[in-house]
């Protein structure tokens, strides 16, 4: 027997990757009864058209949450600002208003603020993605076995919160509550550093004599493709999240420079021990996160 929606009218404002897959399986798995979206680019509506996403569609991100009793915000973190007071005087009371964003701190920051009395603000991070964007890269199984992580401030109406973790988990996540700051300072070294390190290595290669760069393209080892497909997320998206969490990011940067400086100097001195030292204790790490089935 199917189980009942979680929630009745389920509001997207952006339906790019994360938004798009969140329809797919809201609809899948009857999650909501009925979904409409909201997107500004007159692109990604034809493909939110096409796919037949959302049962209603807008450009106007007010008028997608009319009636909702969950919004969700999916778009790049620096639009929140707007989309706030945008959508400010039309969320209905007792609603649940939540996001996707990498960076909760600047979430809160820009977003409590405009929130209503009477409407439960939960921010949230799946913690799932692809290197694509756009309507078209979603997929319902995008969530599946992976975690997200919820934010609410103290006080926040324990029954939302389990409403919105009830959703997550019929997504195919398991779902973790923590506290905005310790969220982002994990999240600066296990996402956004990496990006950001392999955002450099691929302009590093960029940069060398065109010679030389057609030759790194042609021989490619496995490695340097796993920073390709990396440094091929969505600029605007990690542009903002480095904007947003620059603290956290500066504080796992300067570690992990400390820490390249120390593994510099070995190799200059040949202090093979400390290498294998290294790498037999980051092998591990690796063994751990395929353990925990994150792999």
Known sequence: MAEPPVFQRLALIGVGLIGSSIA????????????????????????????????RLYADAAKAVDGADLVIICTPLGAYAEIGPAIQKRLEPGAILSDVGSV????????????????????GHPIA????????????????GRWCIL???????????????????RAGSMVELMEPAHHDQVLAITSHLPHLIAYTIVGTAFGLEESTRREVIKFSASGFRDFTRIAA???????????????????????????????????????????????????????????????
Request: proline letters at 5%; a negative charge; one cysteine or more.
């Open 104 to 123: 909760k701190q600047a979430v809160i920051r820009d977003l409590a603020p405009t929130v209503p009395d009477g409407v439960h603000f939960i921010p």
């Open 151 to 169: 934010t609410p401030s103290p006080g926040t109406d324990e029954a939302a919160v389990e409403r919105l973790a009830a959703l997550w988990r």
């Open 233 to 295: 997320s969505d600029p605007i998206m990690w542009r903002d999240i480095f904007l947003n969490n620059r603290e956290a990011v500066l504080e796992m940067l300067g570690r992990f420079t400390e820490d390249l400086t120390a593994l510099q100097r070995a190799i200059r001195w040949g202090e093979g021990e400390k290498l294998q030292d290294l790498f037999t204790r980051t092998r591990a790490i690796r063994r751990s996160i395929i353990e925990a089935k994150q792999a």
């Open 129 to 144: 993605g692809t290197e694509h964007s756009g309507p078209k890269a979603g997929f319902a199984e995008l969530f599946q």
């Open 24 to 55: 797919r399986i809201a609809r899948r798995e009857g999650i909501a009864a009925e979904i409409v979206g909201a997107d500004a680019s007159p692109a990604a509506r034809a493909d939110i058209e096409e796919l037949k996403l959302c049962d």
